[in-house]
């Protein structure tokens, strides 16, 4: 089997302005910490909540988060604006845009294993939902700067499942 | 939704034929990629890069579905890039981007380049050989070369795009290949070129008009290379049905035909260094080995002797045969291989022995240890042997001119012309001596020279083949006691 990455010519949408600050109040009251303290883990879930609120104020209608199969966890489970008979299955990739920890791709660490994790959840969530004709394979890329600076990279059918 | 399917008709090589095959396409939800059943090989399935980049680069769409591509009969091992194009546009007939209407009577082949245009591949011959049979128009590149008059029936394509016009809008290919000369262009060649070597330009000759197999044996520099490239120039042109089949050859091994077109005698002449593969065909996909490529022609070995014993081996069965049969786990391919076996060889390693004007260096030993690597069972199939000394420096410096090829291939084209009416008179006999029809004291000769030469049956036979092309050369119907003389000549002393 082969997976193939932006095999099917990944647009590109970026939207520099995202607010680390103001998402992290919604998701975790409470939690004041710096950008630059937090976990691996606690960083990456305040980048999902970035992503599906973005995702979100661009019409999309977000079905879940952290969707739960046998195989793994779906970040975000999204309509695309205007796409009601597809599903994307969203990876978010979080990563400080500081010092030691810089990673200015962040999208390359989607590889095959997580690809090939990806592909066993689409497949569990299709026999779940009947009803959903296509999925599709979105990455979101983030670089957090600093506590109200972020860039986003979206990658709109990131990938391909060949077989 | 209901999945959309679409099939266009293709055909898989296999050695030199090529099978149908349906390309069939089902574009239906699910997880988005595209693939490929029905025994593809790697080769195959790198088709969906390629397709993927060409329909985006073509201005046509590949939905983000998952489409399933079946090539049928899924039984038959599919190999090479030919599959490229046809994929291509199931694709876009499953997904109404292009008329059903549009690949209903055509045979598509064809690989894609990454901007959308369509290059050549292997095997159009056997392809248009195909399509004609099965009342197809065949589609392929606009590059291919395609020759022998099978060019007319086909299309060029040159890139994806031109399809939006239909197949009928595309050019026959003979257009494309406007530039090719066809008709026969005069041979660069010429046995007039080659000084001082009359006994040899003789053994050609018989040779060329009995088909005979040729063993030249000669020091370095003696002019024994040259001689056998000229030999296709004294053989009679190519007839129609012999021109395809090395044109089906040398499209499926994928090697520029050249002169072939032209209806030239194909002239192989490989390497000793080259694999028993290389020679009799093989590899995989398994395609012809050079002396298919000489099928019609001319093999050429010099340096026999360098050359691998097991390679020269395997020559015996196809030399017999005029076919070579390879056999694989699926099956046997079959290749012809009638061809005309010239060798050429040093007397000894360092090339001089017999040599007057050099002296040779070599031990008794080395010397019979070489000339043993010559002999064994391909000697079978050569009868001419002929020794080619090194010419005369004055005739070399004055550049004087021998027979040439025209008063050469004169004389073939008359022996064989009379043998056929010999043969049709007489028919061919099973024993080849008997079938010499030596007159009386041919025979009294013939005996009493053979006792003398301690010759062997096989050694016999060879002669009495040998006088018969003689006689037919001087257009005699029994074999005269010169022919019989004349044959001993061109007999090994050395190697028998």
């Known amino acids: 089997m082969q997976q193939e990455q932006q095999g099917s010519h990944p647009t590109f949408e970026t939207a520099p302005q995202v607010r680390p600050a103001a998402a992290q109040e919604a998701a975790e009251p409470g939690a004041r910490t710096s950008v630059r303290d937090l ?61 030691q920890r810089d990673d200015p791709i962040p999208e390359l660490a989607v590889d095959a294993e997580k690809r090939e994790r990806y592909r066993r959840c689409a497949l569990s969530y299709l026999m779940e939902h009947p009803e959903v004709e296509t999925v599709r394979f979105d990455v979101i890329a983030l670089n957090v700067y600093d506590e109200n600076n972020a860039r986003m990279r979206h990658l709109i059918g990131a990938y391909v499942v060949d077989n | 939704m209901g999945a959309d399917v679409a099939a266009v008709k293709t055909a898989a090589l296999r050695g030199a034929d090529a099978l149908p095959v349906d390309v069939e396409v089902s574009v239906s939800g699910g997880i988005p990629g595209l693939d490929i059943v029905g025994m593809p090989d790697h080769s195959v399935l790198e088709a969906r890069s390629r397709v993927r980049c060409a329909l985006r680069s073509s201005g046509f769409e590949l939905p983000r579905l998952h489409v399933t591509i079946n090539l049928a009969p899924g039984e038959i091992r599919k190999s090479g890039t030919a599959f490229d194009l046809p994929i291509a546009v199931a694709i876009l007939l499953a997904t109404h981007q292009l008329p059903p209407s549009i690949a209903r009577d055509a045979l598509l082949v064809g690989e894609l380049a990454l901007d959308g245009g369509v290059c050549p591949v292997r095997g159009d011959m056997a392809y248009a050989m195909l399509a004609e049979s099965l009342g197809l128009a065949l589609v392929t590149s606009a590059e291919s070369g395609l020759a022998g008059g099978w060019e007319t029936g086909a299309r060029g394509v040159r890139t994806l795009g031109q399809l939006r016009q239909g197949i009928e809008g595309l050019p026959c290919l003979s257009s494309h290949a406007g530039a090719r000369d066809e008709g026969p262009a005069a041979p660069s060649l010429d046995f007039a070129d080659v000084v001082d070597q009359e006994l040899a330009k003789r053994a050609m000759t018989i040779a060329a008009a009995g088909r005979h197999g040729v063993l030249m044996v000669g020091p370095p520099g003696s002019g024994k290379t040259m001689l056998a490239r000229r030999l296709p120039t004294i053989l009679p042109p190519l007839t129609e049905d012999e021109r395809a089949q090395a044109l089906l050859v040398h499209s499926v091994a994928g090697q520029d035909p050249g002169a072939v077109t032209r209806g030239e005698r194909p002239f192989r002449a490989p390497h000793h260094s080259i694999s028993t593969g290389g020679l009799v065909g093989g590899g995989r996909p398994v395609t012809p080995g050079e002396i298919s490529l000489a099928h019609n022609g001319v093999l050429f070995l010099d340096e026999l002797p360098e050359f691998d014993r097991r390679s020269l081996q395997a020559l015996r069965q196809p030399l017999e045969d005029r076919t070579v049969s390879i056999v694989r786990v699926d099956g046997v391919y079959s290749f012809p291989c009638d061809f005309q076996l010239v060798a050429a060889a040093n007397p000894c390693p360092c090339g001089h022995l017999g040599d007057p004007g050099h002296e040779c260096t070599c031990s008794a030993a080395k010397v019979s240890a070489y000339q043993a690597r010559i002999g064994g069972p391909l000697m079978d199939r050569i009868d001419v042997v002929v020794d080619v000394a090194r010419p005369k420096t004055s005739r070399v410096i004055q550049g004087g001119f021998g027979t040439g090829s025209e008063e050469m291939a004169r004389e073939v084209a008359e022996a064989r012309e009379f043998r056929a009416w010999r043969e049709k008179d007489a028919g061919e006999g099973r024993d080849p001596v008997a079938a010499a029809r030596l007159d009386l004291r041919a025979q009294t000769t013939f005996e009493s020279l053979a006792d003398g030469l301690a010759l062997g049956g096989r050694a ?30 061109f007999r090994s002393r050395a190697l028998t």
């Open chain 1, 39 to 99: 976990s691996t883990r606690e960083l990456g879930a305040r980048g999902e909540l970035m992503a599906a609120n973005n995702l979100a104020g661009r019409g999309w209608e977000i079905l879940g988060r952290n969707w739960r199969c046998p195989f793994g966890e779906v970040d975000i489970v999204a309509h695309p604006e205007g796409e009601r008979k597809v599903v994307a299955l969203v990876e978010v990739k979080t990563r400080l845009a500081l010092g």
């Open chain 2, 460 to 489: 016999i036979v060879r002669v009495a083949r040998v006088a018969r092309t003689i006689a037919d050369i001087e257009h005699r119907e029994r074999v005269s006691e010169d022919d019989v003389v004349e044959a001993l000549g």
